[in-house]
């Protein structure tokens, strides 16, 4: 399974990609937003950290408008994945730009048909958001199992599964269950994946011991 990271902050993305387990970065405008910092030198700045995919959203909603926006903001680094919003212009717009080349993420997908659109679209991901089908008593994996078995039904189908809205170290684990090809994680959850109340307990325990016996591994 794949880890993009789902934030536009620059300093989060350079400690994360530090460790060598981020696969991409996702960005939305409320991401954007949330910098207050200008989109294209936030772009920019994320393309020169990350070699895997920069999923960058257009703001416009008419498909010729989309197309213009998405080769401009494909044009920022090889590596940039336009988002388009799963409407009708969405998916046509999905449609022109991945027959140019470039890679689409078609976002805001909250049901099994419009994935299958998506994928009809040529999408490269497509992005169903969990946390939001919780937030409204859904259950967002039940969608991410859907898809999973709609697409492995079809080999033709090569759109990855890039699960996002992730709430918590739960959603990343039943998504990998499921099979999910990528998981998009904010980074304060993306941290989470790795902590353990008995992993701190037990390396307290076992360092206390260690400085028991006296000894150095490296004086030896
Ligand atoms: O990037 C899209 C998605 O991950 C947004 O998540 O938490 O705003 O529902 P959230």
Redesign the pocket.
């Known amino acids: 399974m794949k880890f993009f990271v789902?934030t536009a902050d620059i300093d989060e993305i350079r400690d994360l990609a530090a460790t060598g387990l981020l696969d991409g970065v996702?960005t939305?405008p409320?991401?954007v937003a949330k910098t207050g910092r200008d989109f294209f030198e936030v772009l920019n700045d994320i393309c020169a950290v990350v070699d895997g995919p920069v999923s960058a959203e257009v703001a416009a909603t008419d498909v010729d408008a989309m197309v213009t926006e998405g080769r401009k903001l494909a044009e920022i680094a090889d590596n940039i994945t336009v988002k388009v919003p799963l409407i009708w212009d969405g998916l046509k717009a999905c449609r022109a730009l991945t027959q140019a080349g470039v890679l689409v993420n078609v976002?805001l997908c909250f049901s099994p048909s419009q994935a299958v659109l998506a994928a009809k679209a040529g999408a490269s991901f497509v992005?169903p958001?969990v946390?939001?089908l919780d937030d409204i008593s859904h259950d967002g994996m039940e969608l991410i199992e859907d898809i999973r078995t709609i697409y492995d039904n079809y080999p033709n189908f090569t759109t990855e599964i890039l699960v996002?809205?992730?709430?918590h170290p739960g959603h990343v684990v039943e998504a990998a269950r499921l099979g999910a090809d990528i998981c998009?994680i904010p980074p304060d959850v993306l941290r989470l994946l790795a902590k353990h109340p008995l992993t701190d307990r037990g390396l307290e325990t076992f360092l206390n011991d260690w400085q028991s016996t006296g000894q150095s591994i490296l004086k030896t």
């Open positions: 789902d996702t939305n409320s991401l976002t992005s958001f946390g939001r996002a809205s992730v709430r998009t």
